[in-house]
């Protein structure tokens, strides 16, 4: 098949992002700027754009795949970049209010190579700061003027609905010690799955077709199932170089991400050496983290998520397929796909 196969037709994945993040940042950027005080410095600190004093800089902003989605969908549909922007802000903005919490709740102290927000302006403020941006998102939609704006901000509150409940399954999951594999899968599908599936279908109905945009939706939501899958292995084995997060901070934390559960539910001996030093009182050593990525590994849980992420990657892919799509934004949505599933390989 055409998409799921290497092509050279589009741009890189790369330079598929830098050319979203120059079209969506200034939007977004103007959009932030009508935050209250209290909350507007937070907000442009923690997407990079200045310092913890205001002062104005460059820091990395994130890889802007979500907004990227909404727009390469838009054009996949036969719409214009252009009428992919508001819902490319919304979902950014969903995003990274999304973010400021979970850096909070999982104690968080890194986030693309900086302190996170609430380690430099405190929990509460940041926490204000995330309930702002969310606010923010509805009111770019609402603002915008689409006839698919009403339509556009029940599909984005449907989604942070789901994204809230994944996380809250998270959060409960870490104090339980009999996870199932498929909640833990369900949990991520509304976690991550949620907010990417709905980039892609706002995407194609702020582009004019509500038709597609049921399948788009499909698309993102196998996309980040299998982004978190590759996620949860960069939180073991990946190096903060890349990940901006300490080495084995998911361990440290005792995260039940998938590659975790598929370890401590697959009855083998390293499964269960691996939940006894999950149900210890106190933190892991550096010595004990190791062992534990060790265990991950011999369990099965490393191979089972790349396998996963594979499989949800040609599933996302087949969802391209014969839907009239227009031929180089489809391919793009693929080869941003690929690059992003394939990114621990």
Known sequence: ????????????????????????????????????????????????????????????????????????????????????VPAAVAVELVHNFSLLHDDIMD??????????????FGANPSILAGDALLTLAMDVLAASGHEAAQDGTRM???????????????LDFETRHDVDLAEC?????????????CASALGAVFGGDRTRAES????????GT????????????????????????DLR???????????????????????????????????ELVRAAELVDAAGGREWSRAQADTLLLRALNELQGTGLVERPAGELGALARFAIQRDH
Not at 27 to 35: E, G, K, S
Not at 107 to 120: C, F, I, K, L, M
Not at 185 to 197: F, Q, S
Request: charged share 25%.
């Open 1 to 84: 098949m055409a998409i799921i196969e290497e092509t050279t037709e589009g741009d890189s994945p790369s330079v598929i992002l830098a050319r979203s993040r120059d079209l969506v940042t200034p939007a977004l950027r103007a959009a932030v700027d009508t935050l209250p005080p209290a909350v507007r410095r937070i907000a442009a600190y923690h997407f990079g754009w200045c310092d913890e004093n205001g002062v104005q800089g460059h820091a990395d902003s994130g890889k802007a795949i979500r907004p990227t989605l909404a727009l390469l969908a838009a054009e996949a549909v036969g719409g214009t970049t252009e009428s992919g």
């Open 107 to 120: 104690g968080d102290r890194t986030r693309r190579h900086r302190p996170t927000a609430w380690t430099v």
């Open 156 to 170: 984005l509150s449907t989604a942070v609905l789901d994204l809230i409940n994944g996380q809250a399954a998270d």
């Open 185 to 197: 899968v369900r949990m991520v599908e509304g976690k991550t799955g949620a907010l990417l599936g």
């Open 216 to 223: 788009l939706r499909r698309f993102g939501v196998f996309f």
């Open 226 to 249: 299998a982004f978190q899958h590759v996620d949860d292995l960069l939180g073991i084995w990946g190096s903060p170089e890349v990940t901006g997060k300490s080495i084995h901070s």
């Open 253 to 287: 934390s005792r995260k039940k991400s998938l590659p975790v559960v598929a370890a401590l539910r697959s009855g083998t001996p390293a499964g269960r050496e691996l939940a006894t030093l999950y149900l210890r009182e106190r933190s892991l050593s550096d010595i």
